[in-house]
């Protein structure tokens, strides 16, 4: 969650169609997103023996995408705290929930 939120901040500063990447973990999956005026452009691929293959493309407006993110980290908190895993990373996600 802190590498999304890290690249959130960066994507809705830009809008001049540079592609960031977000990873799903150390998996082979990973979203290609582009920032175009404040709509989001996903492309979801897959690495597979050195081939990339793109699984499905959607588009989420910025907004909502950071609702989704903010809650998501929230959700997250919430079950760490639970746990009593608290770690400068929990630390570091509270910061991207506060505005």
């Known amino acids: 969650?802190?590498?999304?939120?890290?690249?959130?901040?960066?994507?809705?500063?830009?809008?001049?169609?540079t592609t960031f990447q977000l990873s799903f973990f150390d998996?082979?999956?990973k979203a290609d997103v582009v920032n175009k005026?404040?709509?989001l452009k996903f492309q979801f691929v897959q690495t597979k023996q050195g081939t990339i293959i793109s699984m499905t493309e959607?588009?989420?407006d910025l907004i909502e995408f950071k609702k989704s993110l903010k809650d998501a980290t929230k959700?997250?908190?919430?079950?760490?705290?639970?746990?009593n895993w608290i770690s400068k990373h929990t630390e570091e996600l509270s910061h991207y929930i506060t505005d």
């Open 75 to 83: 959700e997250l908190l919430i079950e760490l705290k639970k746990r």
């Open 37 to 39: 005026n404040g709509l």
């Open 58 to 60: 959607c588009e989420c």
């Open 27 to 29: 998996g082979p999956f």
């Open 1 to 17: 969650m802190i590498d999304w939120n890290q690249a959130f901040e960066k994507i809705k500063n830009n809008s001049d169609e």
